[in-house]
């Protein structure tokens, strides 16, 4: 089976930073990489496919990049809406694994 | 609009079976994969169980196999999850979510297992 690590498992950060999640798949899986958004009591919401395509509706402030093994993901300007937890999500082979989450707090 | 709607969580007694349900909307559902993705109480997600569009194609994550069994019903666009020798670990939320990548997702359903 393929494992995801994500890192970190937690993150501090102020409205306004950028910051950076990195998922790391344990063989390559191309750009089979899918990052979701979930905040408490929600379901999970799609924001990156493909490793960088962002879906409809997503804004630009989210980017993917990454191929093969490693990944990231990217938000810019941070905004209160945005702390949330993130996770990843391979897609190339089952059991499909997800990254084990990565919880970004406000500062 | 896709809509997927869970339904059947409940508490069971552990060695209990259940079967849950996900009713879909918007779109043509015998065109698309299906999956169920569990989250425990404050854990984080993981992948359950995946069925193709015409149902010929399944896969199991290995905690669940043998127990659980994924189906569809492409008349009544209708996914379905039997659980069956329910253990604790297994409470969760499920949700049903549609394609690879999941792009849409239902709002869950809560499975409790305990005595």
């Known amino acids: 089976d393929i494992q995801m690590t994500q890192s970190p498992s937690s993150l501090s950060a102020s409205v306004g930073d950028r910051v950076t999640i990195t998922c790391r798949a344990s063989?390559?899986?191309?750009?089979?990489l899918a990052w979701f958004q979930q905040k408490p009591g929600k379901a999970p919401k799609s924001l990156i496919y493909?490793?960088?395509s962002l879906q409809s509706g997503v804004p630009s402030k989210f980017s993917g990049s990454g191929s093969g093994t490693d990944f990231t993901l990217t938000i810019s300007s941070l905004q209160p809406e945005d702390f949330a937890t993130y996770y990843c999500?391979?897609?190339?082979?089952?059991?499909?694994?997800f990254g084990q989450g990565t919880k970004l707090e406000i500062k | 609009e896709v809509q997927l709607v869970e339904s059947g969580g409940d508490l069971v007694q552990p060695g209990g079976s259940l079967r849950l349900s996900c009713a879909a909307s918007?779109?043509?559902?015998?065109?698309?994969?299906l999956n169920w993705v569990r989250q425990a109480p404050g854990k984080g997600l993981e992948w359950v169980s995946y069925?193709?569009?015409?149902?010929?194609?399944?896969y199991y994550a290995d905690s669940v196999k043998g127990r659980f069994t994924i189906s569809r019903d492409n008349a009544k666009n209708s996914l379905y999850l039997q659980m069956n020798s329910l253990r604790a670990e297994d409470t969760a939320v499920y949700y049903c979510?549609?394609?690879?990548?999941?792009?849409?997702w239902g709002q869950g359903t809560l499975v409790a297992v305990s005595s």
């Open positions: 979510a549609r394609d690879l990548p999941l792009v849409y």
């Open positions: 918007g779109f043509t559902f015998s065109s698309y994969s």
């Open positions: 069925i193709s569009s015409r149902g010929s194609t399944t």
């Open positions: 063989q390559g899986i191309s750009n089979y």
């Open positions: 493909a490793a960088s």
């Open positions: 999500q391979e897609y190339s082979t089952y059991p499909y694994t």
